[in-house]
T-cell receptor, first 114, second 118 residues
Framework: KQEVTQIPAALSVPEGENLVLNCSFT??????LQWFRQDPGKGLTSLLL?????REQTSGRLNASLDKSSGRSTLYIAASQPGDSATYLCAVRAVQGGSEKLVFGKGTKLTVNP | GAGVSQSPRYKVAKRGQDVALRCDPISGHVSLFWYQQALGQGPEFLTY????????KSGLPSDRFFAERPEGSVSTLKIQRTQQEDSAVYLCASSLARQGSSYNSPLHFGNGTRLTVT
């Protein structure tokens, strides 16, 4: 059974710092990996999607990498801002229980202090 | 250009009541998923539709949970005889591609329905 783990569970940094969020998964047979942002009381906003054949994706100050063979992904946030404060969720799309689905980690709660 | 819409945003039910949660996916999206998110946890899969066909309901926690998508568009998640452990945020997501296609399109999530059972 695919399991996704995110470390750390919570992170607090001063504004302007570069930071890395980690995600690991137990089964490398995935279609893609997606990073989401979730603000309190809100749904999930897709940040980056990396196909299984890709190594990284970039969007603005965000860069996500994927090492499928080792079951790891990182989300790099450059020059963090207070507006980046949110919970970041990693999810892999894989076949489980007979159909494709996203399997999520528990998230990393990020606080960027002004 | 509307996204995934869910209603109601909040629902308070007394234990034993039935509830119905609605999801309007993005127009033209083939795949539709329901997820349950407990406080402080990541979303957990409940069920998956491809058009009107419910292809996977392995995540539904009990036979009190029922989902449908009769015309391949709007979906309803129904919970009968609600229990306190059903309290959670219920998220709906849709994606353009069907399963098994070579193009894995991203999932787009709604804001969820927060269900509180008292």
């Amino acid at each position: 059974k695919q399991e996704v783990t995110q470390i750390p569970a919570a992170l607090s940094v001063p504004e302007g710092e570069n930071l890395v969020l980690n995600c690991s998964f137990t089964d490398s047979a995935i279609y893609n990996l997606q990073w989401f942002r979730q603000d309190p009381g809100k749904g999930l906003t897709s940040l980056l999607l990396i196909q299984s054949s890709q190594r990284e994706q970039t969007s603005g100050r965000l860069n996500a990498s994927l090492d499928k063979s080792s079951g790891r992904s990182t989300l790099y946030i450059a020059a963090s801002q207070p507006g980046d404060s949110a919970t970041y969720l990693c999810a892999v799309r894989a076949v489980q229980g007979g159909s494709e689905k996203l399997v999520f980690g528990k998230g990393t709660k990020l606080t960027v202090n002004p | 250009g509307a996204g995934v819409s869910q209603s109601p945003r909040y629902k308070v039910a007394k234990r034993g009541q039935d509830v119905a949660l609605r999801c309007d996916p993005i127009s033209g999206h083939v795949s539709l998923f329901w997820y349950q998110q407990a406080l402080g946890q990541g979303p957990e899969f409940l069920t998956y539709f491809q058009n009107e066909a419910q292809l996977d309901k392995s995540g539904l926690p009990s036979d009190r949970f029922f989902a449908e998508r009769p015309e391949g568009s709007v979906s309803t998640l129904k919970i009968q005889r609600t229990q306190q452990e059903d309290s959670a945020v219920y998220l709906c997501a849709s994606s353009l591609a069907r399963q098994g296609s070579s193009y894995n399109s991203p999932l787009h999530f709604g804001n969820g329905t927060r269900l509180t059972v008292t």
